[in-house]
């Protein structure tokens, strides 16, 4: 199975050109094929030879202007993953950025090209790409007014026709980084990343991964199905998924005990007087909804429903807290319609800090990833609610009203949702990548189940590229997963949200993307 979309996707690998020495060009080995810029279709350049180290017979010089550019046609003979790298020289202190455009759509904006010591030195920008089969275009375009960079060649490396698996390559990393024991704790960001992992054994059959899961669950479910949590909130249930994963995988009575102490817990667990379960019983979270907790409830009632012969309560309720908790966080009205507030506070009791009467007692404010929690979880629950559910229909119109906000606030330069997803012209606003992985994967089931016409997929091909552009692998030959905002509290402070710590390999980010990647390669082959 392949990992890649119909569409192109180009990633960065590393934003750092990797300086070489001043030497005679080599030919390209075997699986590479180099592409010289002096044979691409040129605008605003012209070709040049009064400088060492080129190969062939000259390179690019751009024209000191903004727009200029280099195009190369490059012929795949199948949809991969491909290694690009650009070969190019600087001998100014000043940057000269340029875009890299494939097939007409701007997948790396601004990206660098920094000074390299002089006009004879030369520097590898080195990329990767996902390449549709077939015929493709590859531009770099200056975008500034000094111009581009000299350009020598374009080489592209079909890595003996296979591409990195992201998916296993992330469970590889992790693994390494982390035996089961460290792991961390009984809570929702490992569940959430053991979920994916659980997705990528489903596909490759790898006895490991799944070892790996039962290894981390059973540091807290004893032989008698006893587990040590109250399970006050709704973020400590979500990873009752695992335990009915295990249930299922290996028969032993121990993981359906320990679950059913969840689904027992919910008969007292507190609730807004229309029914929306608490996002925790803690004081300071009295009568709270947070779009946050959907996902870590939701999906598993309906499985565990279907799972233990419980299924007319798990659907029922699944369906209901869907619909309540969007009943006070979607926004009806305005430019941002569609959209969801984070949190909402039932007046009555106690009242938090971020309330806003006058919208709808919530906090005012659309973070990216609850509404990513919320757009998953309506998935995940209508892959299970029978097709004469009652509420079936209202959910997958909120899929629609929800895939419509989104292909209207994704950025149009990186493909990537922004932290406050409706304020994405605020300076200090930037694009967070789990919630990216997650609205790609929304899109994409919607698109597959035809919830929303096939138009949108190219919102999910966007986005699936630009995910693509945060990861990468370190010197260590594991994978990076980066500009993940860690766990966060609701509140009405757009610089509460803008200032998150920003994380690398952060559990919400990996669990996200594995989930994403896994619906795209499967939609994708």
């Known amino acids: 199975m392949s990992l890649f979309p119909r569409c192109v996707t180009l990633v960065m690998i590393t934003a750092t050109a990797l300086l070489t020495p001043v030497l005679p060009a080599v030919p390209a080995h ?21 400088h060492t180290g080129f190969s062939g017979t000259g390179f690019v010089d751009y024209t000191n202007i903004s727009g200029g550019f280099v195009e190369w046609t490059v012929t795949a003979q199948q949809a991969g993953t ?7 020289a600087n001998g100014t ?39 549709v089969a077939g015929s493709n275009t590859i531009r770099a375009t200056a975008t500034s007014a000094n111009g581009g960079p000299n350009v020598d060649w374009l080489e592209v490396d079909d890595q003996a026709g296979t591409g990195t698996d992201w998916s296993t390559a992330m469970v590889e990393s992790t693994m390494a980084r982390l035996s089961p024991a460290n792991l961390g704790g009984w809570g929702y960001q490992v569940g959430l990343y053991l979920y994916g992992q659980y997705l990528v054994y489903q596909r490759t059959r790898d006895p490991r991964y799944l070892a790996y899961i039962r290894a981390w669950a ?23 998924n695992i335990l009915i994963i295990l ?70 309720e699944a369906a209901r807290q869907l619909i309540v908790y969007g009943n006070h966080l979607f926004r009806t009205s305005g430019n941002a319609a569609g959209l969801l507030y984070h949190a909402y506070d039932e007046p009555g009791g106690l009242t938090a800090s971020w309330v806003h009467p006058d919208l709808g007692n919530t906090n005012g404010l659309s973070w990216c990833r609850a509404i990513g929690w919320y757009g998953m979880a309506t998935i995940d629950v209508l892959e299970l609610l029978p097709a004469n559910h009652p509420r079936r229909q209202a959910l997958i119109d909120n899929v629609r009203t929800l895939v419509g906000a989104f292909a209207r606030f994704q950025d149009p330069a990186s493909g990537r949702w922004f932290q406050l997803v409706d304020q994405g012209s605020n300076p200090n606003n930037w694009t967070e990548t789990s919630c ?46 980066t500009e993940i905002c860690i766990g966060t509290n609701a509140d009405d402070s757009t610089t509460f949200y803008f200032n998150r710590p920003r994380a690398t390999n952060d559990f919400h980010g990996l669990g996200a993307f594995l989930i994403m990647n896994e619906q795209l390669t499967r939609t994708h082959p």
């Open 30 to 50: 075997a699986a590479v094929l180099r592409h010289e810029a002096e044979a691409a279709t040129i605008s605003n350049g012209t070709v040049a030879s009064n």
């Open 82 to 88: 491909v290694t690009l790298a650009l070969r190019y």
């Open 93 to 131: 202190s000043t940057n000269r950025p340029m875009d890299i455009a494939v097939n007409g759509s701007v997948v790396s904006a601004g990206r660098p090209f920094a000074g390299t010591g002089s006009w004879d030195s030369w520097a590898t920008s080195t990329l990767t790409a996902a390449l």
């Open 218 to 240: 059973d540091r807290f479910v004893d032989g008698n199905g006893n587990i040590g949590q109250s399970f006050g909130n709704l973020d400590s249930m979500q990873s009752g």
């Open 247 to 316: 249930w299922r995988e290996t028969g032993l009575a121990k993981y359906r005990t320990a679950a059913q102490k969840i689904r027992t817990r919910l008969n007292t667990y507190p609730r807004t007087s229309d029914g929306g379960f608490w996002h925790s019983t803690s004081d300071s979270r009295q009568g709270q909804l947070w779009g946050d907790g959907t996902f870590m409830v939701d999906p598993f009632l309906i499985r565990y429903g279907q799972a233990f012969n419980d299924s007319t309560f798990g659907n029922d």
């Open 436 to 481: 990216s992985s997650m609205y790609t994967f929304v899109i994409s089931r919607a698109v597959e189940r035809g919830y929303v016409p096939s138009s949108f997929q190219v919102n999910a091909d966007r986005g699936y590229q630009g995910v693509l552009q945060r990861i990468s692998l370190g010197p260590d030959g594991r994978t990076n997963l």
